[in-house]
């Protein structure tokens, strides 16, 4: 069975700095894109990130030049640095992958972990 697990979220001041890890494990046989997704209560989950497993990063426009995401192969884990972070970045932060564990990917969702951003 495969699973995400996330971690690093916290309450942080605006400005600040934090870092969300999200580990895969179970038995699969390869990952293809990684990402992090964010939801606020009454709102669509939306895409905040993303790196496919040759490297290549996308970025919501609201977080470009702020938030850097970054992989590790070798632990089936991807990061997401966020600096200068901002009251309007508090939500909900989910780790999606696209994992293939029976030859077909297919995606899969973290449990989700909290970030908020206040003074």
């Known amino acids: 069975q495969v699973q995400l697990v996330e971690s690093g979220g916290a309450l942080v001041q605006p400005g600040g700095s934090l870092r969300l890890s999200c580990a895969a494990s179970g038995s699969f046989f390869s990952i293809y894109t990684m990402g992090w997704y964010r939801q606020v209560p009454g709102k669509q989950r939306e895409p905040v990130a993303s790196?496919?497993?040759?490297?290549?990063?996308n970025y919501a426009d609201s977080v470009k030049g702020r938030f850097t995401v970054s992989r590790d192969n070798a632990k089936n884990t991807v990061y997401l640095q966020m600096n200068s972070l901002k009251p309007e970045d508090t939500a909900v932060y989910y780790c999606?992958?696209?994992?293939?564990?029976?030859?077909?990917?297919?995606?899969?969702w973290g449990q989700g972990t909290q970030v908020t951003v206040s003074s």
């Open positions: 999606n992958a696209d994992i293939s564990s029976s030859g077909s990917y297919r995606p899969y």
């Open positions: 790196i496919s497993n040759g490297g290549r990063t």
